[in-house]
């Protein structure tokens, strides 16, 4: 489809000026906004045109990388500024531990910088999407057949993560204290030094999950993959026992990506009923986890559907509501990163990207001697600390933290460039199984990065790269090599 010029340079003019406009504002030390109220209208203006922009003039479907980052940024960045609009202030920061005002107007000034230099890398990149795939057609090869081994390696990670998972809980460890006890208790279980917790810990958070996605990634047709699906449905309940919520969404996600890429019509209007009830089960969850899976019955369950329990939430809270509570963690921490820098911290001009590139080579950290970046400790220390388990991170924080704004400005510009070429990249290569599933697990650490740190990228992007590209041919050609089998 060709590209209308005038559209586009009308909205890259508007995300360009925005983005001057807050950058100028900042390093003139002009306040953007009087309140916090309207920093969350503007916000969501912003956040709704850039959809607009996605949806319905750079035509990306809804299960796109483009759109999906957004959703996610969204869900962990906008919920305490929906809650502003559409409730209360006060509801909104009902569950902050620590509340500056001041600080909540200038995160939300990043928030828009984010969004705005998001969009232009968008842009940029879209303009470029059929010289892309020209490009990568011309280029197609007749590909080997890598099935047999991808098989052997997905579902051998499979095999080894469940049976690690299952033993370990069997033993009664791992997943048997927060069935049993509490996901507090579980956080205490997995907090010590012991090779047993690192085994386990891997297995739940990376074995599981890749190949899961390596399964969808090497599904021949929807049929194969919904027969995948079966597999992935177990290994989503395990994270779900351990308190996770993140990880099990974002492969439900990533299932439909899949789907998407068999030419199954994944239209918003069919997507969103199932979204919003997988969105809405996240406060359920939280109420649960809490208590201890173990002890459910039809009363907690009960109780727990129309939150009329659990720490966070009102009695009788409307669901929506305290879906958008529970998800304001990463526009808190946000807030907490840019009251202490540059006022209290310095920046740290990509130290912590640095320090982070070490995890890429296993025992790498210890024997360097390098310690590798806790920004959840980090802020944990500032906001919250007596509490027991840190709350994550930001995306955007952790920008912030490095660069400032003009960081947030260089990176998010970048993240949305190589976002979107990676999208177009994938549907060029819908049928090599290699390039999808690699391209799959990407996704799913750059969305979990939303509300994490650049850290947790790190192991999968290098990990995932060399098992996918060099040791998967290897062992097609060693294992299952037609010619060596009949010598």
């Known amino acids: 489809m060709e590209k209308s010029k005038h559209s586009y340079y009308l909205i890259q003019s508007v995300f360009g000026l925005l983005a001057v406009f807050l950058l100028l ?8 906004f009087d309140e916090f109220y309207t920093a969350s209208v503007v916000s969501l203006i912003v956040y709704g ?35 502003t609009v559409f409730d209360s202030f006060e509801v909104a920061v009902s569950t902050y531990d620590y509340l500056d005002i001041p600080s909540l107007k200038v995160a939300s000034v990043v928030v ?20 892309w795939i020209q490009a990568t057609t011309e280029k197609k090869t007749r590909r080997k057949d890598y099935t047999q081994a991808i098989h052997f390696i997905a579902y051998g990670l499979f095999g080894l993560a469940a049976s690690i998972i299952v033993v370990v809980s069997l033993s009664g460890e791992g997943l048997s204290i927060s069935v049993n006890q509490s996901y507090r208790a579980f956080i205490e279980w997995r907090s010590q030094d012991k090779l047993i917790i690192t085994l386990f810990m891997a297995s739940l958070n990376w074995l599981l999950p890749w190949s899961i996605l390596m399964l969808f990634g090497c599904a021949e047709n929807t049929r194969q993959l919904l027969r995948f699906s079966i597999f992935a449905g177990f290994g989503v309940i395990l994270m779900v026992l351990s308190g996770d919520r993140t990880a099990p969404l974002i492969i439900f996600i990533l299932f439909f990506v899949r789907m998407y890429l068999f030419r199954v019509n994944i239209s918003f209007i069919k997507l969103l009923p199932v979204m919003t009830l997988v969105v809405l089960l996240i406060p359920i969850l939280s109420i649960l986890r809490h208590e201890g899976f173990g002890t459910w019955n039809s009363q907690s369950l009960t109780d727990a559907i129309f939150l009329e329990a659990g720490e966070s939430f ?5 669901p929506v509501t305290a879906t958008l509570i529970e998800t304001g963690a990463g526009f808190q921490n946000l807030m907490g990163t840019v009251l202490v820098v540059p006022k209290n911290e310095d920046y740290r001009y990509g130290i912590d990207y640095l320090k982070s590139l070490v995890v890429g080579v296993p025992f790498s950290a210890k024997i360097l001697g390098i310690s ?9 220390s500032w906001l919250f600390p007596l509490r027991m388990a840190g709350p994550g991170f930001s995306i955007s924080a952790e920008t912030y933290l490095q660069f400032g704004n003009i960081g947030v400005l260089v990176i998010f510009f970048g993240l949305g460039y190589i976002i979107t070429y990676g999208w177009f990249y994938l549907c060029a290569n819908s049928d090599n199984k290699q390039i999808v599933m690699y391209l799959l697990i990407l996704m799913q650490v750059i969305l979990i990065w939303v509300r994490n740190e650049f850290t947790a990228t790190i192991r999968p992007a290098a990990w995932c790269w060399i098992l996918i590209f060099i040791i998967i041919p290897i062992l097609q050609k060693i294992l299952f090599n037609p010619r060596r089998r009949h010598n």
């Open 49 to 83: 045109y850039s959809f607009f922009v996605l949806i319905l003039v750079y035509r990306f479907p809804v299960v796109s990388f483009p759109v999906l980052f957004l959703l996610v940024y969204g869900l962990f960045h906008l919920s305490t500024m929906i809650l």
């Open 314 to 318: 009102r009695v009788g809270m409307n």
């Open 112 to 131: 828009i910088l984010t969004l705005s230099a998001f969009m232009l890398g968008v842009g940029v990149a879209n303009q470029r999407s059929t010289f």
């Open 25 to 32: 504002s900042h390093y003139l030390g002009i306040p953007v």
């Open 372 to 380: 590798v970046p806790d920004n959840s400790g980090w802020i944990k």
